[in-house]
């Protein structure tokens, strides 16, 4: 792989997600790689329909550019499959990831489905609306790194597939206000109603109890999802399964403590300090060492699943 489009992914992941980047360490060298240049071709994604830089710069208002920018994505993701010579660094990353793992060309399409749904502004009235959308921009891209580390069972693509959605439904957890400050609101309108909160006012301070209310149903729903993906490290290799139980642990840590802050918890951005990251990387090993003596436990029914 070249080395410069590999440093440009490992910059592109320090800077954008430093929850994954310590994650990202553990792997061993090739899966690390192709990791960290996935996570660039996504974040680039994000970025350009957003007009971001690593997830940060966006404000309410101009959007008009953004379905252009998200065909030329599209258009792009077609191409690199379709093998021609790709020139954007995070494009030329993702053509090495996708031919060196086979992964079908309908997830990472599906992934940017996601995208069209914030650029169409999608409104989510019930939970599986929300739920959906969860699978669109965090499930599929659970898929999608299983595959990096050697996985292609279905079932194990399930659990990889909950651990993205657990991700997503605890990022919406700790970003109602900021998204909700920009347009964009992730709780289903359903929930809003019940408390009696109007989607015009999600991040007006007046609302935060009964925000936190929301907030909890999220992180607690996002609990089953964590037990399935937890159950499905056990087939995945000792390396992999390490930095995915490290990964798993960062994450809902950060849902716990979005729980734990209540009223107060957008006061200032949910995050894990190093301390933290370092016992939850301890955390992950003892999860991914007992794994290799467990059995799979059965998929609960009553999750989200994805279409095979």
Same mark, same amino acid.
């Given at each position: 792989?070249?080395t410069?489009?590999?440093?440009?992914?490992?910059?592109?992941?320090?800077?954008?997600?430093?929850?994954?980047?310590?994650a990202?360490?553990?792997?061993?060298?090739?899966?690390?790689?192709?990791?960290?240049?996935?996570?660039?071709?996504?974040?680039?994604?994000?970025?350009?329909?957003d007009?971001?830089?690593?997830?940060?710069?966006?404000?309410?208002?101009?959007?008009t550019?953004?379905?252009?920018?998200?065909r030329?994505?599209?258009?792009?993701t077609?191409?690199?499959y379709?093998?021609?010579?790709?020139?954007?660094p995070?494009?030329?990353?993702?053509?090495?990831?996708i031919?060196?793992?086979?992964?079908p060309?309908?997830?990472?399409?599906e992934?940017?489905?996601?995208?069209r749904?914030?650029?169409?502004?999608?409104v989510?009235?019930?939970?599986?609306?929300?739920?959906?959308?969860c699978?669109?921009?965090?499930?599929?891209?659970?898929?999608?790194?299983a595959?990096?580390?050697?996985a292609?069972?279905?079932?194990?693509?399930?659990r990889?597939?909950?651990?993205?959605?657990?991700f997503?439904?605890?990022?919406?957890?700790?970003?109602i206000v900021?998204?909700?400050?920009?347009?964009?609101?992730?709780?289903?309108?359903?929930?809003?109603?019940e @408390?009696?909160?109007?989607?015009?006012?999600?991040?007006?301070? =007046?609302? %935060?109890?009964? $925000?936190a209310? &929301? !907030?909890? /149903?999220l992180?607690?729903?996002?609990?089953?999802?964590?037990?399935?993906?937890?159950?499905?490290?056990?087939?995945?290799?000792?390396?992999?399964?390490?930095?995915?139980?490290?990964a798993?642990?960062?994450?809902?840590?950060i849902?716990?403590?979005?729980?734990?802050?209540?009223?107060?918890?957008?006061d200032?951005? @949910?995050?894990t300090?190093?301390?933290?990251?370092?016992?939850? =990387?301890? %955390?992950?090993? $003892?999860?991914? &060492? !007992?794994? /290799?003596?467990?059995?799979?436990?059965?998929?609960?029914?009553?999750?989200?699943?994805?279409?095979?």
């Amino acid at each position: 792989m070249s080395t410069t489009v590999v440093e440009h992914a490992t910059q592109s992941i320090n800077v954008g997600s430093k929850s994954f980047a310590a994650a990202a360490k553990l792997f061993d060298e090739q899966t690390r790689q192709s990791a960290v240049m996935l996570y660039a071709w996504c974040r680039y994604c994000d970025d350009v329909v957003d007009g971001q830089d690593h997830g940060h710069g966006q404000v309410d208002g101009d959007r008009t550019a953004s379905e252009a920018r998200l065909r030329e994505l599209e258009d792009l993701t077609r191409r690199a499959y379709a093998g021609e010579p790709m020139n954007e660094p995070a494009f030329a990353a993702f053509q090495q990831v996708i031919q060196r793992h086979a992964i079908p060309e309908r997830y990472p399409l599906e992934h940017l489905a996601g995208f069209r749904m914030d650029v169409e502004e999608r409104v989510y009235y019930r939970l599986d609306d929300t739920l959906e959308y969860c699978y669109h921009v965090a499930g599929v891209v659970g898929i999608m790194m299983a595959m990096l580390m050697g996985a292609h069972d279905e079932d194990t693509l399930d659990r990889a597939c909950d651990l993205g959605m657990a991700f997503q439904l605890t990022n919406i957890a700790r970003d109602i206000v900021e998204d909700a400050r920009i347009g964009r609101i992730y709780l289903p309108r359903e929930w809003l109603n019940e @408390v009696g909160i109007p989607a015009s006012e999600v991040a007006d301070p =007046v609302h %935060r109890s009964r $925000l936190a209310i &929301l !907030a909890q /149903r999220l992180v607690e729903l996002a609990e089953p999802y964590y037990d399935s993906a937890a159950t499905g490290i056990a087939d995945l290799p000792l390396r992999s399964a390490w930095s995915i139980a490290t990964a798993r642990a960062v994450y809902r840590e950060i849902g716990l403590k979005v729980n734990a802050r209540g009223p107060k918890a957008w006061d200032s951005r @949910v995050s894990t300090s190093t301390a933290d990251k370092l016992r939850l =990387v301890i %955390r992950g090993a $003892l999860r991914a &060492l !007992a794994s /290799r003596a467990g059995r799979s436990s059965p998929r609960p029914a009553n999750l989200w699943t994805r279409s095979r």
